[in-house]
């Protein structure tokens, strides 16, 4: 089973930037997501990528962030620019569609002034 790591959250105020990073215990999924959960709400997924490179977004952060993977290193990453409070969240990365498989601890991304 593969196992992912994120890491890169933290605090920024509205309009920063962060960049996650998920490290895969193994060969990363053909399709790989960042999904995010906010308190109080169920996990979304936001974006995710094709091992072609194609990518999707959720309507709510299309045009601020950059999902990105590099299949050598088993890394997916996401670029996440102009941040909002309501981009605050919980955010982990897997397969999409899951599959049941195991999720990482998260990185918390809190945007706040």
């Known amino acids: 089973q593969v196992h992912f790591v994120e890491s890169g959250g933290g605090l920024v105020q509205p309009g920063g930037s962060l960049r996650l990073s998920c490290a895969a215990s193994g060969s990363i999924f053909s399709i790989m997501g960042w999904y995010r959960q906010a308190p109080g709400k169920q996990r979304e997924l936001v974006a995710r990528i094709y091992s072609g490179g194609s990518t999707y977004y959720a309507d709510s952060v299309k045009g601020r962030f950059t999902i990105s993977r590099d299949n050598a290193k088993n890394t997916v990453y996401l670029q996440i620019n102009s941040l909002k409070p309501e981009d605050t969240a919980v955010y982990y990365c897997?397969?999409?569609?899951?599959?049941?498989?195991?999720w990482g601890q998260g990185t918390q991304v809190t945007v706040s002034s």
């Open positions: 897997n397969a999409v569609p899951y599959y049941g498989g195991s």
